[in-house]
């Protein structure tokens, strides 16, 4: 079975803080992304890799940024949290197949900006 | 780039009946498009999906059909169950340049089973 898995299932921070999300993948998959979710708006792209050291900006990159140092790690940083990055963010990869094949979601990290 | 409707936005069916769930996509190169499933708290799951080369797909109770000339395709559920609440994205995936490795997401479909 696949797992994505993601630091943290809640957070809370002050806005202005530098937040770090993690998440790892244990299939060894080449592909990874990371999005946020919200309400009436679906999944959204912030940024995605597709090998290590690699990251292109998907359709909302700002105000993120991200960083893979090895293939099974993805993390997502907000350098300065602000309120409205108040946020489900869900972590997904997948082998690169040619991209026909599904990504795998991690369970989510609700954050809270305050 | 590729651009997802779905519809309709939350759908309420008794136990027993269908539903069904459209969406359309923009771009005619388009060559992939999974049905995935999120309950509550949790993250979204492949249930199904469908290549450009194929006009059906079925699996047990779920079934998925691609129109190309018309540029939709629908998720079809059948003999609906409790278990079966949630809400529903459609996804397509474009082959070309970095849209090869990125999926573009309906809106999402909240589906409530009345037992």
């Known amino acids: 079975d696949v797992k994505v898995t993601q630091s943290s299932r809640y957070l809370v921070k002050r806005t202005g803080e530098k937040v770090f999300l993690e998440c790892v993948q244990d299939m060894d998959h080449e592909n990874m992304f990371w999005y946020r979710q919200d309400p009436g708006l679906g999944l959204r792209l912030i940024y995605f890799?597709?090998?290590?050291?690699?990251?292109e900006k998907g359709d909302i990159p700002e105000g993120y940024s991200v960083s893979r140092e090895k293939k099974e790690r993805f993390s997502l940083i907000l350098e300065s949290a602000s309120t409205n990055q108040t946020s489900m963010y869900l972590c997904?990869?997948?082998?690169?197949?040619?991209?026909?094949?599904?990504?795998?979601f991690g369970p989510g990290t609700r954050l809270l900006v305050l | 780039g590729e651009n997802v409707e779905q519809h309709p936005s939350t759908l309420s069916v008794q136990e027993g009946d269908s539903a069904v769930i459209k969406c359309t996509y923009s771009d005619s190169a388009s060559n992939y498009f999974p049905w995935y499933k999120q309950e509550l708290g949790k993250g979204p799951q492949l249930i199904i999906d469908?290549?450009?080369?194929?006009g059906e797909k079925k699996d047990q109770r779920i079934a998925v059909t691609l129109n190309k000339t018309a540029k939709h395709f629908s998720l079809h559920i059948t003999e609906t169950q409790p278990e079966d609440s949630a809400v529903y994205f459609c996804?397509?995936?474009?082959?070309?340049?970095?849209?090869?490795?990125?999926?573009?997401f309906g809106k999402g479909t909240k589906l409530s089973v009345i037992p």
């Open positions: 996804a397509a995936r474009d082959p070309r340049g970095a849209g090869s490795y990125q999926l573009t």
């Open positions: 997904a990869s997948n082998r690169w197949a040619q991209g026909l094949e599904t990504q795998y």
């Open positions: 469908i290549r450009s080369n194929v």
């Open positions: 890799s597709y090998d290590v050291k690699m990251k």
